[in-house]
């Protein structure tokens, strides 16, 4: 099947796990063509070259993120209207905003400040969430969260359907009518009471991000006489929901396709935690917040299949509207390969620690130096390695410098005697450094390996020391419990004492430590290995094929009338030779002394609605009934789509199958 796999700010160009999980899927399923949209900006020239893309990749599309992309990216208008948006077009889209942000710009069901996210497509999916206000007289709240998620949806779709006739859509977004449809949905009676205050500066910048996020819509992916585009796709798969998931819902909307979106980091938890920075204001923040929560509602709501890849990001999209019932967890697949070795290997000092990652606040390294100050007390020979560069947060500079100054003020350069250099018990490294070559070595140095945040999505780094058959000590955050699952110590966050105790505790049971390893790597081998996400991924597509089998807007044979005909080529016509041929070929092929009798039945005459396209009540209707109440001879009646005897020709008609009864009954052969 082909399969349209949409992606954000990763795959092809950009680098990391994204690109590598995206890599990794495609690599893995061969039996597919894939067609890459990806919302990235090309790579530099100055960039390394991207690994060469497999054969059954037949398309890369991509557009960059910024605001004002190339207007030969944009979708192609008809070529009458090709021309800028008239007073037509501009009613329309006052039309249209004005719905969609209404939509999210208004107070939740009662009045309360609550997240907006929890109220949309509320009732759909099991009820109102926990902590909905009472209902109020006009009407109860579920009924009033679903008009508005049914509002927001239909603003979206007639914006969608304004770019397909307009090219004009984004002079639209920054123009003076988008500003103020804001300006009147926020001084509204039943706005947000973040946004009633809203200034002039803080519209523009709303008005700015809604036309970031709404730019899929004017790209020319959807399709026109020239190439298929998303309308030619069997199905599409959203890596991440957002803006990524915008192309898969308007390919749902126009030509019906199953939209399945995977997200292993939650694409709204990463845009709160990305918002909440004092240079935004309060009524920017809430506005677009909402509209992202309005966009995360929707995207579930019309996908086919939602599969998060741990708990903790399936506990966010229940809470966001999802529907348990098509929400299914398939873990990240990684590539266990590159630690086969240090698995069978013991470590290269017993009483070091590990920590891998990114350096940033979310990690507090400061808690873990403060433990391992505790630790020193006990496990004098104790040494800790920190591995990881710069993450970005744009704090973490300065975050790694405070780090470093704690870590030379608990730890001053110590010598073993007289004669020695002193050396800190605590360094900094990274990856690809002469100390740290792979990431292999750095777990392999170490007996024990420590995670300290307190804030965290699916812990990589964990697998990765799990792979390593590693005992590992982590704080209990975001899926921390659901990888490890009993294979290694667990301790609450921002506790630099239990951190220090269960440390510790490894440092001096070499036995524990080596049951917890050998049982980490069993279960991370049989849970999060990229065979595993790919056979998952690969029967989800089954799955969800297997439901829409045939779309009409995807079958291009059609009969006069116009109805679809899905199996107007058979598949038999695939295969070369002469008696797969079909048509006049096949005629041809029919040897001249057969022609006394037809080899083939009668074919379909042009216009005539085949008998599978014609609905049961027309079929019903249709059924001729003859004058006699009877065939000749006995014969059922002509019933469209059953098979029954033919009888062509008559007296006097030597020509059929009458005709030549009675050239044989001349000669004496009947």
């Known amino acids: 099947m082909r ?14 796990e994204s690109q590598a999980w995206c890599d990794r899927l495609v690599r893995g399923l061969t039996g597919h063509e894939f067609e890459v949209y990806a919302l990235s900006a090309e790579p530099r020239r100055d960039a390394p070259p991207r690994p060469e893309l497999p054969r059954h990749v037949r398309l890369v599309r991509s557009a960059p993120p910024g605001d004002g992309f190339p207007a030969g990216r944009r979708r192609a208008g008809e070529p009458r209207r090709g021309r800028a948006p008239g007073r037509r077009a501009r009613r329309r889209f006052a039309e249209c905003f004005g719905d969609l942000v209404a939509a999210f710009a208004a107070a939740p069901p009662g009045g309360e400040p609550a997240n907006p996210v929890v109220q949309a497509r509320g009732a759909a999916h099991g009820g109102a969430p926990a902590g909905s206000p009472p209902a109020a007289p006009g009407g109860a709240p579920d009924d009033v969260a679903t008009s508005k998620a049914d509002r927001f949806a239909g603003g979206l779709y007639g914006l969608a359907e304004l770019a397909r006739e307009y090219r004009g859509l984004p002079a639209l977004l920054h123009s003076e009518d988008a500003v103020r449809l804001l300006e009147a949905a926020c001084h509204g009676p039943h706005a947000l009471p973040a946004a009633s205050g809203a200034q002039v500066n803080d519209l523009l910048a709303v008005t700015a991000g809604l036309a970031r996020a709404l730019r899929p ?7 026109d006489r020239h190439a298929p585009g998303l309308g030619g796709v069997d199905l599409c798969h959203a890596t991440s929901g957002g803006a990524a998931a915008l192309p898969g819902l308007l390919a749902k909307h126009f030509f019906a396709t199953p939209l399945l979106v995977t997200e292993y980091g939650v694409r709204l938890r990463e845009h709160y935690l990305a918002r909440a920075t004092p240079p935004l204001s309060a009524p920017v923040r809430a506005l677009l917040a909402a509209f992202q929560g309005a966009l995360a509602a929707e995207t579930y709501a019309q996908a086919a299949l939602v599969t998060p890849g741990n708990t903790h990001a399936r506990r966010w999209q229940e809470r966001c509207g999802a529907d348990r019932a098509r929400l299914r967890t398939v873990y990240p697949g990684m590539d266990a390969a590159p630690f086969a070795a ?33 630790i020193r007390k006990a496990e004098p020979e104790a040494t800790l390695r920190i591995v990881g560069g710069v993450g970005r947060d744009p704090q973490a500079p300065g975050y790694l410098a405070h780090c470093r100054a704690l870590a030379a003020q608990l730890f001053p350069d110590e010598a073993a005697d007289t004669h020695s250099v002193g050396e800190s018990p605590v ?8 100390e740290v070559p792979t990431l292999a070595d750095a777990y392999a140095s170490g007996a024990v390996v420590v995670l300290s945040s307190v804030i965290e999505g699916f812990p990589r780094s964990l697998v990765e020391a799990m792979f390593c058959g590693r005992a590992t000590v982590s704080t209990d955050a975001g899926a921390v419990c659901e990888v490890i699952g009993g294979t290694g110590l667990v301790v609450p ?13 490894l440092l001096g049971d070499p036995d524990r430590r080596a049951r917890l390893g050998a049982a980490a790597r069993a279960r991370a081998l049989e849970l999060f290995t990229v065979e595993q996400n790919v056979a998952a991924f690969r029967g989800i597509y089954l799955e969800l094929i297997s439901h829409a089998p045939a779309r009409p807007a995807a079958c291009g044979a059609r009969d006069a009338r116009g109805v679809p005909q899905p199996f107007a080529r058979p598949a038999e016509s695939h295969v070369p030779g002469r008696w797969a041929a079909t048509g006049a070929a096949t005629r041809a092929a029919v040897p001249a002394a057969r022609d006394a009798v037809s080899a083939t039945p009668a ?49 006097g008609d030597r020509t059929g199958v009458t005709g030549a009864k009675e050239r044989a009954q001349e000669k004496g052969q009947w």
């Open 603 to 651: 074919a379909v005459p042009e216009g005539r609605t085949p008998s599978w396209a014609v609905p049961a009540q027309e079929r019903t209707a249709a059924l001729p009934v003859p004058a006699d109440g009877g065939a000749e001879g006995g014969e059922a009646t002509g019933v469209r789509g059953v098979r029954q005897p033919v009888r062509w020709g008559g007296a």
């Open 493 to 505: 966050p921002r506790n630099p004492r239990a951190l220090a105790e269960a440390c510790t505790a």
């Open 427 to 434: 360094s900094f490294e990274e990856v690809g450094s002469p």
């Open 217 to 223: 819509l004017s790209l020319d992916w959807y399709g």
């Open 342 to 374: 240090v698995a069978d290997a013991a470590a290269d000092d017993p009483k070091t620690l590990v920590w891998v990652g990114t350096i940033e606040p979310a990690k507090d390294l400061m808690a873990l130096l403060h433990a391992f100050a505790e």
């Open 3 to 16: 399969i349209g796999l949409l992606t954000e700010g990763g795959y092809p160009y950009a680098s990391g």
